[in-house]
């Protein structure tokens, strides 16, 4: 069997509503199906399990897992679940879980942290959590598309049909198998689903980015220009790429200057973010901007406009 090459993917469901997050989270259904590297499965598991911290199922789990809570209150504990997981992967020798996102490997361990609470042993979880690998990065990226995409409106793009509905753990997990077999298998180029959801993806991100800039400009010129920057912003041209970056910088001020009418000092922060520079009232410089700053520019109200031409005109700044 170690001469052949298996593929684990799975789903979770957790605990979820009011205020539970993955931080505090327990396990209540899981899916498992392990084909080989001819894609023909192997394996399928499902089962839910017992939570402990919020044995009842609240209002929004309901609807969204359509779980019951006969069958939750009837379920063996995830440890135990867990072991049958453990055992899965031990018999096809496979290394890694493939899931769709970041947040299975966070809410398992949160489930460690609420049996560990009350003595309760976690190790089989602990294990699975440590083999977790999320691919939903890796896949949006063979397929071309700018930002990643829910797997009920992907499996679509494949006529992937659950056996009931979806945040079900077991039709999920067959969906991720679905994907990434077509994925690795088919010639993408020709699947007109999925060059459709492509599109409207890119579509609402250009959208997105005329909407931002409509707004920038309607902030940046809500503020009179100086001279200056009348000068500058004809001579560089409206439509040009130098005015999209002097839009977006004097945005930045003005909208800083415009919520705080009555201050006069203020910092323009470099920062070691991707956000590149921030605009703030003097005041709210703390201890946490600081450490994010490589370095702070004191101004004050009337003389702004210097400071943004300056940014402008800084070949060497990658601002936007």
Known sequence: MSENKYFCFADFEFTCGYYINKYDSEILSAGVI?????????????????????PKLTKQCKKLTKLTQEEIDNSPDSNDVMRIIVSLLKKYMIDNIYVWGNFD?????????????????????QKVSSKILDIQRSITDKMEFPEPVNIKELASAFDYTPDGSFHNALNDAIALYVIYREVYTEDLKSNQKLNEIRKK??????????????????????LPFSDKEKLYYEEIGENSEEARKFIYIRSK???????NPDENEFLLLY????????????????????????????FERDNFSELILKECCDKEKAVI
Do not use: M, W
Request: with cysteine; glycine share 2%.
């Open 34 to 54: 392990i084909c080989d590297e001819k894609y023909e499965i192997k394996e399928r598991f499902y089962c839910t399990c017992r939570p402990h911290k919020f």
């Open 105 to 125: 490997r966070p809410a398992l361990l949160s489930d460690v942290r609420q049996h560990q609470k009350l003595g309760k042993e976690s190790g089989c979880i």
């Open 201 to 222: 993806r890119l579509d609402r991100i250009e959208e997105k980015r005329h909407e931002t800039e409509k707004r920038q400009k309607e902030t940046a010129f809500s």
């Open 253 to 259: 001020f003005v909208r800083t200057l415009n919520n």
């Open 271 to 298: 920062l070691k973010t991707q956000e590149r520079i921030k605009v703030i009232s003097r005041k709210k410089y703390n201890y946490t901007l600081q450490n994010l700053s490589e370095k702070a520019i004191s």
